[in-house]
């Protein structure tokens, strides 16, 4: 059954810090470039932070560069999102998928934003509320 688990989630106060990991399942992740995805109330979804298959490459929207660092373990099939310096501006459902093949890992976070995951659907995310 493919499926992705978000977990990590919480209430923080402005200036924390939170990881968030994704666990997934019925497919070779290996194979795969992955990302983390929000939507916050009203808004569309966007792609946060992606990571290539190979680690080599990384890409993270304006808003998180500095403060956000992705990672892979394809052994534990698992996604992480280390977030630091929160700000009210990074509340939201954060989800994790599998990338839509693009030309590069910024395309293939804004593809994956917008058409879905490659593999599987949209897990049901983790809440990450900043606030103090």
């Known amino acids: 059954q493919l499926e992705y688990v978000e977990s990590g989630g919480g209430l923080v106060q402005p200036g924390g810090s939170l990881t968030l990991s994704c666990t997934t399942a019925?497919?070779?992740?290996?194979?795969?470039?992955i990302g983390w995805f929000r939507q916050a109330p009203g808004k569309e979804r966007e792609g946060v932070s992606c990571?290539?298959?190979?680690?080599?490459?990384?890409y993270y929207t304006d808003s998180v560069k500095g403060r956000f660092t992705i990672s892979r373990d394809n052994a534990k099939k698992t996604v992480y999102l280390q977030m630091n310096s929160l700000t009210p501006e990074d509340t939201a459902v954060y989800y994790c998928?599998?990338?839509?093949?693009?030309?590069?890992?910024?395309?293939?976070?804004?593809?994956?934003?917008?058409?879905?995951?490659?593999?599987?659907?949209w897990g049901k995310g983790t809440l990450v509320t900043v606030s103090s």
């Open positions: 019925g497919f070779a992740l290996n194979n795969y470039a």
């Open positions: 990571i290539s298959s190979s680690h080599g490459s990384t």
């Open positions: 998928a599998a990338g839509k093949t693009g030309p590069n890992i910024q395309t293939m976070c804004k593809m994956t934003a917008g058409l879905g995951p490659q593999v599987g659907a």
